[in-house]
């Protein structure tokens, strides 16, 4: 692969592993009923729509697609349960409320995680401080 | 909205593919074509900035013979003018425009046309007092008008107190998508390049065709960009005419900034939608990318009656579809709005900037873009109550500087 091109393969690549996470979530019976599988693919879907196409190493992207989709089922299950939690003490409205919040919360640590991703795959010879 | 989303990835994947070849954006101009050049300096209340941008005008390596900077002194009750007269009378290619009360504070458009008339370039550049350019900057701009389908240029602006606080931070943000992806895209795809009113020009022939500033806008920078499209010229984006900004510091400067922007973009709007329809001037993708730029800060306003309606049908039990679409929605939303800096154009832009610490704050700029939504509602809210009962909706709410990019610049 030459340096000054867009890694179109890395693409495909990554586009076929957002797939089969995809699938697994949406089939398994721990994930399919939560709210968890539609912010996962979303998350699958721009990660791989926005950092494969950078230069670095496939198995570097890969890992770090496979280290978000773990850290947003564990940020969504323990979201889930805070909600269950207030659900019982404060009903339905909680429930609603949660619905409601939860795009937000998810945006949090989609949007963190993207740009740690872009972070490790930045080119350490170019990188420059906040200054 | 969902244009929006795709039109903002094919911007950012055209920048990557852009910066993987080290392919330049800008025509290429010609180096050896110098004409002569009229700088404008509107400057009203300025005193903490205004000597430190006329310095470095004094820097400029631009041939001085031809050379003229008028800066006009916009009914200013401190000492701008003082600062601007040392300067004239030392230098002589230096000229100062002193309005008095009854002629200042009608807005930039105002000030840049009182300069105008006194102008004698073929090319009229145009930067704001907080402003501090490259000492090269005028050859850069300049050398693109030797294709004479080129009727304006524009610079691209960094932040000179980026490390200052939160909202300069963000700013910083902003403004790398704004021009590091968005504008270079832009120029790069044939689109429509804005003029940003500062860190550009515009060829003095077109602008005499154009009657000058339309100064019943108050965003008369992106009026003159679709004025000049639609007199068949376009506008060019030249990245490497790099000038630094002194970016508001405070929230309540940002958002009387973004709302004389918001008006004013939506002002443009309600003139030019139908001109650029039915322009013979723009091809198809011209014209849907201008009524993208042209509508972009109706889309917050839009974003926050859907979130309003949204969340009223799943409080109202509304089916299954809703909350999954509802689920999805908000990080689209943050992705659609083009000016309010989409995170992953911001984190491409800062990519390829090399800024690694800067994409740290990409989660933050939600705020920005939540401030927006108020921003831009309360800008339509406004225009609407004036149209409807013909009250003058042009008050320029100037942006204050404070002086502090000095230390940046002095360190």
Redesign the interface.
Known sequence: MR????RISHLIVGFSAGAIVSYILLSSPHTSSS?SP??LI?FNF?FV??TF???GKLTRKLCILLIGNVIGLVWNYLFSLFAAAGANFFGNFFD?LY??L???L???W???F???G??A???TK?????? | MITYLVRH?IF??TV??DA???KKTATGGNATYQPTVSILIPARNEEKVIGRLLQRMTELTYPKDKLQIIVVDDASTDNTGIIAEQYSNTQNYIKIIQRSRKEGGRGKGSALNAGFKQATGEIILCFDADYYPQRDIVEKLSKEFVDPRVGVVQGRITVLN??QNTVT?LVTLERIGGYRVDQQARDSLGLITQFGGTVGGIRRSLLERLGGWDESILAEDTDLTFRAYLAGYKVCYVKEAECYEEAVESWQDYWKQRYRWAKGHMQCAFKHSKRVLKSNSLGFREKLDGLLLLNVYFMPVLVLCSWIIG?LL??LKSPQWL??V??????FL?SFVGNFAP??EV??G??L????????L??L??FTFLYNIPICTKALLDLAISKIFGRNCNHWTKTPHSGNGNTYINS
């Open positions: 340096e000054g091109e867009l709210l539609p912010m979303l721009l729509a926005l196409p950078l230069n609603a619905i409601i939860n795009p937000f998810n945006l949090i989609i949007v963190s993207w740009s740690m872009l972070t795959l930045s080119d170019n990188r420059k401080g906040m200054g | 990835y950012t994947l990557l593919k993987q070849k080290h980026e490390s931070r969340a799943l409080f909350s999954m509802w689920t999805i929605m908000p990080i943050y995170f992953f984190g491409i800062a990519y900037d090399g800024r690694t610490r800067a994409q740290w990409l989660p700029l939600i």
